[in-house]
């Protein structure tokens, strides 16, 4: 599976931005898609996930009402779309393949994606 990855860049507070994630080589169908996020010198942090399947979906506290998770499986491409960024939202944000996605949690990244940066700065 190889996840290649777009969007993302400078915006400023307030602003807008959407992160796709695509499918290369295989069927995006079979897989749950998680988007993760690290910030210099913090830890990878989960922020949402969607489903294969249902379409269920989680969100982090810290996203939740802002940003939103979809998916197109026939374009095999999964989407973060995230409004009212703030400056502690700059971070990479990466896709992965995810062998767990629950609306309370989800986990066991498999394939990732390059990575994306999101710096939101005035």
């Known amino acids: 599976v190889q996840l290649v990855q777009s969007g993302g860049g400078l915006v400023q507070p307030g602003g807008s931005l959407r992160l796709s994630c695509f499918s290369s080589t295989v069927a995006l169908d079979d897989f749950a898609i998680g988007w993760f996020r690290q910030a210099p010198g913090k830890e990878r942090e989960g922020v949402s996930c969607i489903s294969s399947r249902d379409g269920s979906t989680y969100y982090a506290d810290a996203v939740k009402g802002r940003f939103t998770v979809s998916r197109d499986n026939d374009k095999d491409t999964a989407f973060l779309r995230m409004n009212s960024l703030q400056p502690e939202d700059t971070a990479i944000y990466y896709c992965?393949?995810?062998?767990?996605?629950?609306?309370?949690?989800?986990?066991?990244?498999?394939?990732w994606g390059q990575g994306t940066q999101v710096t939101v700065s005035s």
């Open positions: 992965a393949t995810v062998r767990v996605c629950r609306s309370s949690y989800f986990s066991d990244p498999d394939f």
